[in-house]
């Protein structure tokens, strides 16, 4: 019984962990806001205070926010995982993207697989409204790597795993750091990513972890020949 509390105080931590991170990443909580008070919380939560205190620890761990003595909560006004601020700007962008995947691969190959044996209702609808707002974008856009992160947080979420939560948050920045491509490549990337969903919506773990290998292996190769294109 205690294993089975302990669980569940983890599994509303780490939700509310991600909730307060997307919103933050959206713009929703911005830079120098104050967070909701721990009781506010609590009333529209229906979680404990450990579970509050908890989370906003991890949140503060992860540089999001900061805690004032006295006066509450705030996002820290830095740049956030979610930003992508001129990582196809600077010099050696797309040697940098390609080292990335490389770290992808063996991030969220098996975050998909896992994602696929435990993900909720709730959490495919979820990934499925995230996976249509990233489809809608053209690859040029300037919202295209936020809305794709997006879809990949929600697959990681999927994991119950703080850890795979956790690197996806934290190093969002880095983690999704792509040149941008041409906008024909839209068709495939979207191909790509139903995939990965269509596997992970009917629970096919090897055929979730087989889709995303292959979206990632095909992404290196568009950002390889952007960067061919670049340098001749």
């Known amino acids: 019984m205690e294993r089975v509390t302990t669980d569940r105080r983890l599994s509303m931590t780490q ?27 609590i ?3 229906g979680v404990s205070r450990t579970v509050v205190r908890e989370a906003m620890s991890r949140l503060q761990a992860e540089g999001l926010v900061e805690t004032r003595h006295g006066i509450g909560t705030f996002v820290v006004d830095t740049a956030r995982p979610g930003d992508f601020q001129g990582s196809k700007h600077v010099k050696g962008g797309a040697y940098d993207a390609l080292a990335v ?3 992808r691969l063996s991030l969220e190959v098996e975050a998909a697989g896992i994602a696929a044996q435990r993900a909720t209702p709730e ?3 979820a990934m499925r409204e995230a996976l249509d707002v990233a489809n809608a974008l053209d690859p040029t856009d300037d919202d295209s ?17 703080s850890f795979f939560i956790d690197a996806m948050t934290h190093v969002g920045n880095t983690l999704l750091a792509v040149v941008q491509v041409k906008s024909e490549n ?27 290998r292959l979206h990632l292996i095909n992404m290196q190769q568009r950002v390889r020949g952007v960067s061919e294109l670049t340098t001749q």
Request: hydrophobic share 45%; net charge negative; aromatic share 4%.
């Open 186 to 212: 839209r068709t495939l990337a979207v191909r790509e990513r139903e995939q990965v969903y269509a596997a992970l919506a009917r629970r096919d773990a090897e055929a979730a972890r087989a889709s995303m």
């Open 101 to 103: 995947i490389e770290l």
């Open 145 to 161: 790597a936020r809305a794709d992160f997006e879809f990949h947080l929600q697959i990681a979420q999927c994991t119950g795993n």
């Open 43 to 45: 009333k529209e939560r």
């Open 15 to 41: 939700q509310l962990v991600v909730d307060l991170t997307q919103q933050i990443l959206a713009g929703e909580l911005p830079a120098g806001s104050k967070l909701p008070t721990e009781q506010v919380i």
């Open 123 to 125: 959490q495919l609808l």
